[in-house]
């Protein structure tokens, strides 16, 4: 062999080395990544409600007045409305960021209903829950209808 070649091999077996190396670091850092996502998957509320009939209780106000009652502590609350109560400051502030699909739908039913057809009950709850309209006005933006 002369040297040319024997050059041109030494170069090509570092290449491929190099090669091997980074797709081998490359699939280390993918398994990792992986192993990182599925320890700590988004934590999500509770989906023990999300097969309620929303539009049942949005339609009947003998339904609807309790759980505004009871998240105006006005009232007693309903397993769900406890649930609700618990975390609404949280997923009104962050955009139902831990809601399921079917919550982050809901919640959007809910508030434009109560925006536009039971507007004095939307007034007390935002009092309450964001007294200082840090959020609501984004709500009432995106959900009034006009």
Sequence with gaps: MDTEAIIIHYFTTIAETSIIRMRSLIVICLLALVGITLSNP??????????????????NKRLLIP????????????????????????????????CTPTQKKGTKKIIRHLINKENNYWIELSHKYDPDRHFVGRYENELTEH
Aim: charged share 40%.
């Design 42 to 59: 988004i934590e999500t509320y509770t989906d023990r409600f999300d097969n309620i009939d929303l539009d049942e209780i949005l339609d």
């Design 67 to 98: 759980y505004i009652k009871c998240m105006l502590d006005q009232g007693k609350c309903s397993p769900d409305g406890k649930e609700i109560k618990k975390n609404v400051v949280e997923a009104l502030e962050h955009d139902c960021h831990k």
